[in-house]
């Protein structure tokens, strides 16, 4: 009995001990210490373990980092102290930590990235997106028909339009033309659709409706979206720019739109429907000089829109590029965001990161961030729609870009981490990573009311054919 006793003492007084060291500074750190680290060049990064004792750390390719400023492999550190790793050209490299020289402690693989620095936007811009062919967003009944032509002939709902007779489409006027070409001519057309990334034929047949004395094929489609958002930034070097921040979808099918070409021009904050608990605001706003062409839309991917702008953007706060952050970089805490709330002035306002989400892979709400800012809280209600793709700024660097708004607290929102936009803006590589869906519309130009962000944008539908 008495050694029973004493056995479970011990096993008592080591659970404590190591509940105890688990607490202390040097075994947070030391688990906190990481063995993946990506840096941009240039960069220095402090490491901290905050061990009694001395290693030395070896370097496999010291031309891309180096240790407490020398190239020379291995060198001798103390670990009570903190130590510097400098980042000097792009490539990848291996540390390798021995206590006392000899035992083999800590590996870290280090990834160094070209130095990335864009001008931040905020500045509120109108948005026109052209799809790649013609959107079939609906079927319809042809007079005494059961099924509609187009159902017929096998066209579904997020099918896209891309050539009838041989002839690429462009718009919605071409479709209505060839139908009453055809349908005149007492003829099948020959169409080649997109589904789902694959192409496929079907053969439609144009029914007359003779109310109208019309031939029509019994489709809803549309060609193109229109509506305001927030610009994200601007890359001088490459002359490209990041908006939005989110995928522009149909309000119909609710599938992202095939970026077929499309425009940003200037707009002008007109007024601002306050954001109310379980009822988003909207940022309510016109074009304008609609002929000076900010820049062409070349992709609508699912981080926002992305394409070609050749003079950097006026208005803006900043006039010279800013570095950017990685995602690991990002710290819950102040930070500010830059957007347009009235007229075409960009300003700041005081946000609070209150949680991260920590992605290995591109994905959106990366961020939950809260507006504290009394000034835009008494304007907006907090986040509303048409600020998506505001900058998220935090100690000087850009960290990121708003993209949602909570339905009932109105004061936050999610964002995404830059890094992914800047990917597909093709700024930085993608280093391998693979992004996940996020299907998020633009707010709309028509003044109406809205239950959440996934309203769709100022879309056109044809009438019926």
């Given at each position: 009995?008495?050694?029973?006793?004493?056995?479970?003492?011990?096993?008592?007084?080591?659970?404590?001990?190591?509940?105890?060291?688990?607490?202390?500074?040097?075994f947070r750190q030391f688990?906190?210490?990481?063995?993946?680290?990506?840096?941009?060049?240039?960069?220095?990064?402090?490491?901290?373990?905050?061990?009694?004792?001395?290693?030395?750390?070896?370097?496999?390719?010291?031309?891309?980092?180096?240790?407490?400023?020398?190239?020379?492999?291995?060198?001798?550190?103390d670990l009570s102290r903190p130590f510097t790793l400098l980042s000097k050209q792009m490539g990848k490299t291996q540390l390798t930590l021995?206590?006392?020289?000899?035992?083999?402690f800590k590996k870290l693989n280090v990834s160094v990235l070209p130095d990335i620095r864009v001008i931040p936007g905020g500045q509120s811009i109108g948005v026109k997106l052209k799809s790649n062919g013609v959107l079939v967003v609906g079927h319809h009944f042809v007079q005494g028909m059961k099924k509609s032509p187009g159902e017929k002939a096998d066209i579904r709902v997020g099918?896209?339009?891309?050539?009838?007779?041989?002839?690429?489409?462009?718009?919605?006027?071409?479709?209505?033309?060839?139908?009453?070409?055809?349908?005149?001519?007492?003829?099948?057309?020959r169409v080649v659709l997109s589904r789902n990334g694959h192409r496929k034929k079907a053969t439609l047949r144009p029914v007359l409706d003779s109310k109208e004395n019309t031939y029509r094929?019994?489709?809803?489609?549309?060609?193109?979206?229109?509506?305001?958002?927030?610009?994200?930034?601007?890359?001088p070097q490459k002359r490209v720019f990041g908006a939005l921040g989110h995928v522009i979808t149909d309000m119909d099918t609710g599938q992202p739109i095939k970026a077929g070409g499309g425009k940003v021009v200037h707009s002008n904050v007109t007024s601002i429907q306050k954001g109310a608990t379980g009822e988003p605001g909207e940022k309510r706003a016109i074009f304008f000089r609609e002929n000076q062409v900010l820049g062409s839309i070349l992709n609508n991917t699912r981080f926002g829109v992305f394409g070609k702008?050749?003079?950097?953007?006026?208005?803006?706060?900043?006039?010279?590029?800013?570095?950017?952050?990685?995602?690991?970089?990002?710290?819950?805490?102040?930070?500010?965001?830059?957007?347009?709330?009235?007229?075409?002035?960009?300003?700041?306002?005081?946000?609070?990161?209150?949680?991260?989400?920590?992605q290995k892979f591109p994905a959106t709400k990366g961020m939950i961030i809260k507006i504290t800012d009394p000034e835009l809280l008494k304007k907006t209600g907090g986040i509303v729609q048409g600020m998506s793709?505001?900058?998220?700024?935090?100690?000087?660097?850009?960290v990121g870009a708003v993209t949602h708004v909570f339905v009932n607290d109105p004061?936050?929102?999610?964002?995404?981490?830059?890094?992914?936009?800047?990917?597909?803006?093709?700024?930085?590589?993608?280093?391998?990573?693979?992004?996940?869906?996020?299907?998020?519309?633009?707010?709309?130009?028509?003044?109406?009311?809205?239950?959440?962000?996934?309203?769709?944008?100022?879309?056109?539908?044809?009438?019926?054919?």
């Open positions: 009995m008495g050694h029973k006793k004493r056995t479970k003492w011990v096993g008592l007084l080591l659970v404590f001990l190591l509940a105890l060291g688990s607490m202390s500074t040097p688990m906190a210490f990481p063995s993946e680290m990506r840096l941009f060049s240039g960069n220095l990064k402090e490491m901290r373990l905050s061990l009694p004792a001395t290693a030395t750390v070896t370097v496999s390719d010291p031309k891309v980092i180096e240790v407490n400023g020398t190239r020379r492999t291995p060198v001798r550190i021995r206590l006392f020289g000899k035992l083999p099918d896209y339009i891309l050539q009838m007779d041989g002839t690429p489409i462009r718009h919605m006027g071409q479709v209505a033309r060839m139908v009453e070409k055809a349908g005149k001519e007492k003829r099948p057309i094929i019994g489709l809803y489609i549309r060609d193109s979206a229109a509506g305001v958002g927030t610009l994200t930034f601007y890359d702008m050749k003079n950097q953007p006026e208005s803006g706060l900043y006039h010279h590029p800013v570095p950017v952050a990685l995602a690991e970089e990002v710290k819950e805490g102040p930070a500010e965001i830059l957007t347009v709330v009235e007229g075409q002035k960009v300003k700041r306002y005081d946000i609070e990161i209150v949680h991260l989400i920590h793709g505001s900058p998220i700024m935090q100690n000087g660097k850009m004061t936050s929102g999610y964002g995404t981490y830059i890094e992914w936009m800047l990917q597909d803006a093709g700024v930085m590589q993608s280093a391998g990573l693979e992004k996940s869906p996020l299907f998020l519309s633009l707010k709309t130009v028509i003044y109406r009311k809205k239950s959440s962000f996934k309203e769709g944008m100022q879309q056109r539908t044809v009438e019926p054919l």
